[in-house]
């Protein structure tokens, strides 16, 4: 059984840093690609980073690029999702999804999903 499991939001003062966890089970983890969404009340859930198979190629949302580093730990299953100089803007929910192969940007492709941890920024 697929499991998909995040941790680490909080309520957190802008300027602050999180970093989230993303713990997975049920499949062979570094044969998959690992995303991180989030989805802010009354939005669509947005990819903000992702890391790919294999070799762990990453890509990041433009509105991201330079504060969040996605990393992962094959030896524990789990990606991490390092969130630096936050902002109230990155309030959220943050999910993690898993896909087959590499990050195509596309949210469909992501068929196993976590419930999700909240991130909450105050100015």
């Known amino acids: 059984e697929v499991q998909v499991v995040e941790s680490g939001g909080g309520l957190v003062q802008a300027g602050g840093s999180l970093r989230l966890s993303c713990a997975a089970s049920?499949?062979?983890?570094?044969?998959?690609?690992i995303g991180w969404f989030r989805q802010a009340p009354g939005k669509q859930r947005e990819e903000v980073a992702c890391?790919?198979?294999?070799?762990?190629?990453?890509n990041y949302a433009d509105a991201v690029k330079g504060r969040f580093t996605i990393s992962s730990d094959n030896a524990k299953n789990t990606a991490y999702l390092l969130i630096n100089s936050l902002k109230p803007e990155d309030s959220a929910v943050y999910y993690c999804?898993?896909?087959?192969?590499?990050?195509?940007?596309?949210?469909?492709?992501?068929?196993?999903w976590g419930q999700g941890t909240q991130v909450t920024v105050s100015s």
């Open positions: 890391i790919s198979r294999g070799e762990r190629s990453t």
């Open positions: 049920g499949f062979p983890f570094d044969d998959y690609a």
């Open positions: 999804g898993v896909a087959a192969d590499y990050c195509s940007g596309i949210i469909t492709d992501f068929g196993f």
